[in-house]
């Protein structure tokens, strides 16, 4: 699967796509080694590409180790040719967060995302966004659900050290990317992936919203796929 998303990945840029969206979380990782190991093989160079972070937690440093900069950095900077300083994201310290989120989604409409890197909520969060976001939204604060918080505490010393809330880009905002590659693993995604490709396009299952773009790819190991092979909307 990291392989098969690299070579999305790796296809665009060398098509042009200077700008890439990426998301953090578990699933991506597999495909930040690859393409770590595909740019120290000299078959790929991200040097002159753009990153941009599809969301951030509120109230984090930059610094923090589980700020979405900082693994980004960690995960596939340190990894590529990728310069740090071609990384751009929401601030999630910021003093006035409507204003900044404001801002970022400035910035990434300015940038045009080439591919988007995406993973999947086991509620049917895209990026951050939650059941009940707005279709056409954009980048915004969210209030993380307790199901989200719940499953974002394995990265955390404490459950309670997870962050109430987010800055993300909203689904209107992901939807601009040109492509959209989303990366799903376990079980436990299989009732959100097969809701998302193949049941309605509402708030309830954001990641439904997926169904609206041209350009999809939809990367699952077997256990995520689970419910898709058993749908009678197959395909």
């Known amino acids: 699967m990291s392989r098969a998303a690299a070579d999305l990945i790796g ?9 890439l969206g990426v998301a953090t979380g578990s699933s991506p990782l597999g495909t ?3 393409l770590g190991r595909r740019v120290a ?3 790929l160079s991200l040097a002159g590409c753009d990153a941009y972070l599809l969301d951030e937690y509120v109230g984090l440093g930059a610094d923090h180790p589980q700020a979405y900069r900082c693994v980004i950095r960690r995960e596939l900077v340190r990894r590529t040719d990728l310069g740090d300083g071609h990384v751009h994201g929401p601030h999630g310290d910021a003093d006035d967060l409507d204003a900044e989120a404001r801002r970022f989604e400035e910035e990434v409409r300015r940038a045009r995302i080439g591919v988007q890197v995406l993973g999947i909520g086991s509620n049917g969060h895209l990026g951050f966004n939650e059941p009940g976001s707005p279709l056409d939204s954009l980048t915004r604060v969210v209030e993380l659900t307790e ?3 719940a499953d974002n505490a394995r990265f955390f010393d404490r459950p309670e050290d997870v962050p109430r809330r987010v800055l993300t880009q909203g689904l209107g905002t992901i ?3 040109e492509r959209l590659v989303l990366l799903a693993l376990g079980e436990r995604k299989a009732d959100a ?4 490709l193949t049941g309605p396009v509402n708030p309830d299952c954001p990641a439904s919203v997926l169904q609206c773009h041209p350009d999809v790819h939809v990367l699952a190991d077997p256990g995520a796929a689970r ?3 058993d749908s009678p909307r197959r395909r």
């Open 175 to 177: 939807l601009r990317a």
């Open 193 to 196: 992936l097969a809701a998302a």
């Open 147 to 149: 199901r989200t918080r």
């Open 11 to 19: 296809s665009a840029v060398r098509a042009g796509a200077t700008t």
């Open 41 to 43: 093989a000299g078959g």
């Open 227 to 229: 419910g898709l092979l």
């Open 32 to 34: 930040y080694a690859e």
